[in-house]
């Protein structure tokens, strides 16, 4: 009897272990690092290079709180040295398994990145393809994207967008952009998007005709936030994230413009509350770009609010439950807010 109760206690405290999200502030750049309720960890984009390694450690700091020995998955969206550019010093801090990208092949001009990352993971790395699974216990990660290619069919209850009818068109970003590999992480009701950057133009395509990846709960925004060329309507009005995290740095993202572009707009932020059903927009850095309060979120909810100078690299955290509840941290000020997944 104390043995079957036992394991009743066990059973009870295992099904209890949270789906953890940790938005690293790499200022601007990408590290979101994901622990399942199993305890495997997968970390997607390793940020900047620096000569004091500063996306690394901020990166390695975050799996010492997540309490993560190795990272057993890495997956690089794309060759960008904001997104690929702290692996190398990462590697020398913690183990890391296997590793996922969207295939070898860019521009010359992002070769040296191309080659930095093969340093870490030749041998052990996977080119996935839109369509492609990656095991991580409980949670589900569905490939959308990959290498300039989509899914070809529709998953989390995707269907015809009416949105399409009136949705505007931008020309194509960089081709290294486009390759971005697009995953979207279930875990029970609960779901996350993460495009990598995306642009305007293939957020169109993602949508139009159809929705290929449903309404999601949590929506991590393409282009750090810069939404000259990102957050299209027709693809974010289609998606209903029920919350929406800036990944922007001080003086990149939010409030400012996309590589290529010249045009300067304080409507990002609008756009994001425009959204049906959005609840609430978290943010990794105060826009420095344009701090007025109208087109940032509540300050409790932004992790940093200074220069790079004077930066500490606060996270924001989620922290997922299976029956849907889930709770967003700020490590500045252990500010959070409780939602529940609709």
């Known amino acids: 009897m104390a043995a079957a109760f036992w394991i009743a206690i066990c059973h009870v ?5 949270s789906f953890d999200i940790y938005w690293v502030d790499v200022e601007g750049g990408a590290a979101t690092l994901l622990i399942s309720p199993n305890g495997e960890s997968l970390l997607v984009d390793t940020g900047f290079p620096s000569d004091d390694n500063r996306d690394a450690l901020r ?36 183990p890391i398994g296997k590793c996922y990208d969207h295939g070898t092949n ?22 996935v393809s839109a369509g492609d699974q990656i095991p ?5 990660i569905d490939i959308v994207a990959s290498d300039e290619r989509l899914i070809q069919s529709p998953i989390n209850g995707g269907a015809v967008n009416a949105l399409c009818a009136n949705a505007v068109q931008k020309p194509q970003a960089s081709p ?27 957020e169109v395509e993602l949508a139009c005709p159809i929705n290929l990846v449903g309404e999601v709960t949590l929506y991590q925004t393409s282009r750090h936030g810069a939404w000259d060329d990102a957050g299209a309507p027709s693809h974010l009005y289609a998606i209903k994230p029920q919350v929406i995290v800036v990944n922007n740095g001080p003086r990149k993202g939010l409030g400012g413009t996309s590589p290529g572009y010249t045009e300067v707009t304080t409507s990002h932020y609008e756009r994001m509350l425009k959204s049906p059903d959005v ?8 826009s420095l770009l344009d701090s007025n309060p109208a087109h940032n979120t509540q300050a409790e909810m932004i992790a940093n609010l200074e220069e790079t100078e004077g930066c500490e690299g606060h996270w924001l955290q989620a922290s997922v439950m299976s029956d849907g509840r889930f709770t967003m941290t700020n490590s500045r000020n252990d500010f959070s807010q409780a939602y529940m997944t609709r």
């Open 279 to 286: 609840e609430a927009v978290w943010q990794g850095h105060l």
């Open 176 to 202: 290294e952009n486009q390759r971005s590999i697009g995953v979207l992480f279930t875990f029970e009701s609960f779901t996350f998007l993460d495009l990598g950057d995306f642009n305007w133009a293939k």
């Open 13 to 17: 405290q295992i099904q209890a272990q």
């Open 106 to 127: 860019t521009e010359p001009s992002n070769q040296q990145w191309v080659d930095a990352y093969l340093r870490v993971c030749d041998g052990k790395r996977v080119a």
């Open 136 to 140: 991580f216990g409980p949670v589900l």
């Open 59 to 94: 990166i390695f700091e975050a799996t010492q709180e997540a309490g993560v020995v190795r990272i057993d998955h890495l997956v690089i969206t794309h060759f960008h040295r904001d997104h690929v550019g702290g692996l190398n010093g990462l590697a020398e801090m913690i």
